[in-house]
């Protein structure tokens, strides 16, 4: 029987093996580090925000748990050329998402492959290792240097 569980299990094992946007940024407009004490998984998110407010480049280094790492490489595959508007919205998208109940209805289409983290909500001690790429965008985005989810 096909089994979506192992499908995502194997997107979420392909990024953290292949991070995709992990790099520094030079010319990045807003800049923050995200630290999970908890897990320990750090990371610096670089973003390059144009004067149209739209998201014109996204990455991050950093090290981290597989979960923390592949949630980094999913959401800057999902920013660019998102306005920093939908950005936030994302964000609370992704919140609810693995923050829902177990039996929570499956997450919306605007989340697209990040759909895949859904299953951290069935591990709440992996939220944060999800959220805190997250985290360090919304902080960016405030002009704030750094964030702990602790
Ligand atoms: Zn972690």
């Known amino acids: ?7 995502y299990q194997q997107v979420i094992v392909d990024h953290n093996k292949h991070p995709r946007n992990f790099r520094a940024m030079q010319d990045a407009t807003h800049k923050a580090e ?39 490489s999913l959401m800057t595959e999902q920013l660019k050329g998102r306005t920093v508007d939908e950005a936030e ?12 109940a177990p039996d929570a209805p499956p997450a919306d289409a605007e989340l697209g492959k990040l759909a895949v983290l859904g299953g951290v909500r069935e ?22 240097q750094s964030v702990s989810t602790e």
């Open 1 to 7: 029987m096909f089994d979506l569980r192992d499908l």
């Open 34 to 72: 995200g630290f999970n004490p908890l897990c320990g998984d750090r990371l610096t998110l670089y973003l390059k925000v144009g004067a149209d407010g739209r998201i014109e480049d996204a990455s991050f280094e950093g090290s981290g748990c597989a979960i923390s790492t592949a949630s980094a």
């Open 89 to 100: 919205r994302l964000f609370g998208r992704f919140h609810d998402m693995v923050t829902g």
């Open 123 to 144: 591990f709440p001690s992996r939220i944060k290792c999800a959220t805190l790429c997250w985290h360090a965008l919304h902080a960016a985005l405030e002009g704030q």
